[in-house]
Every structure is written in structure tokens, then in C-alpha cells.
């Protein structure tokens, strides 16, 4: 196996099944304990090569890019707003919007139709904000990441798939500079 120049780390946790995360750009194996990882690399290696490639062409694209600024309240004024403007589109209500820091994610949506903001968006460009409030509010009628939900976001967003590398570029560039 062309495997060679893989690189990767390894974290055993009290997990059942092992998974695969890129969250950070760079491959982390997270495993059972006692849970033996070349098997693991060897199932998924097409895949793991084809984020690789894909995470290699998202870092060269972040070097390019920049944070935005703006104060708290720009930010959160951008934020109601957009949140309106979807609720209108798609003809749904969330009941709350938070803010909080969050490491894993970009926003949440809770059972109660709570929708969380993760504050480092902030520092992303406007169409994105826009665009983290309309996939969220989205999933008000679609909870899952299938076809049908998909579908419905490509009729409001035609550019949703560049939109989703723009995020995880913005990932990249905002977890190097907070950790
Ligand atoms: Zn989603």
C-alpha cells in the first residue's frame, strides 16, 4: 500500500466503534482501546487519501485568505437578520438564537428549535454567516444530511458545495489561530 507518507495520530478513547476525523486538516484515528489501526487505514484508504487531496487544495486555498473584523454587535445584527430572512424563505421558527464558543462545530440546533452560534463565526466573510444560518435552519425541516435536504438547500444556495469548502477552509484558518 502506497501508504508511506501518511501522516496521522492516533487517540485510544472509551469509544465502541472507531472513527476517522480531519477536523483539525490533519488525520487523527480515534480508537476503542486495544483497537489494532492498520486494518482501519486499509478499509478507508481510498477515502483518506481523497480528504487528503482534498484538505491539501483547502490549505493552499487558506493561505489566500484572510479573518474578517467586526464588533460584537455587527456581528450579531448580521446574525438576527439572516436568521429573519431564512425563518421567511423556508417558513420556519426557531425559538431562541445563542452564542457560545464551541469546538466541534460551526452552529447547533437543538430539539427544542434552539439554534446555537458558535462565536468564531464572527470572523467569517458574510455570504458564510448566511449561508451556516441557512443550512441550520434548514435542518428544521430536514434533520439529516440526505438528498431531500441537499435538495432543498440548492434551491436558495446554487453554490452550497463551494460554500461547504469555504467553511472547512475557514475551519482550518480559525483552529490554527485559536489553539
Ligand atoms: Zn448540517
Known amino acids: 500500500m502506497e501508504q508511506h507518507d501518511l501522516r496521522y495520530r492516533i487517540s485510544y478513547r472509551d469509544i465502541k466503534y472507531p472513527r476517522l476525523e480531519f477536523t483539525t486538516g490533519e488525520l487523527l484515528l480515534v480508537l476503542p482501546f486495544g483497537h489494532k489501526h492498520e486494518m482501519l487505514l486499509e478499509k478507508h484508504n481510498g ?39 431564512a425563518s421567511k424563505e423556508l417558513d ?10 464551541m469546538r466541534t462545530k460551526w452552529a447547533s440546533l437543538s430539539s427544542k428549535k434552539n439554534l446555537t452560534i458558535n462565536r468564531v463565526m464572527m ?20 434533520k439529516r ?27 482550518v484558518i480559525i483552529n490554527r489561530h485559536t489553539h
Open 47 to 85: 477515502w483518506i487519501w481523497e480528504r487528503v487531496n482534498f484538505i491539501g487544495e483547502c490549505l493552499q486555498e487558506a493561505a489566500g485568505k484572510k479573518l474578517f473584523e467586526r464588533t460584537n454587535k455587527e456581528f450579531k445584527d448580521i446574525v438576527y437578520s439572516s436568521v429573519k430572512k
Open 92 to 101: 420556519v421558527k426557531v425559538r431562541g438564537v445563542y452564542f457560545r464558543k
Open 123 to 142: 470572523y467569517l466573510p458574510l455570504h458564510l454567516i448566511k449561508y451556516v444560518i441557512l443550512h441550520e435552519m434548514t435542518h428544521l425541516i430536514e
Open 145 to 171: 444530511h440526505n438528498d431531500r435536504f441537499w435538495g432543498m438547500l440548492l434551491e436558495r444556495c446554487k453554490r452550497y458545495r463551494e460554500m461547504e469548502k469555504e467553511m472547512f477552509i475557514y475551519w
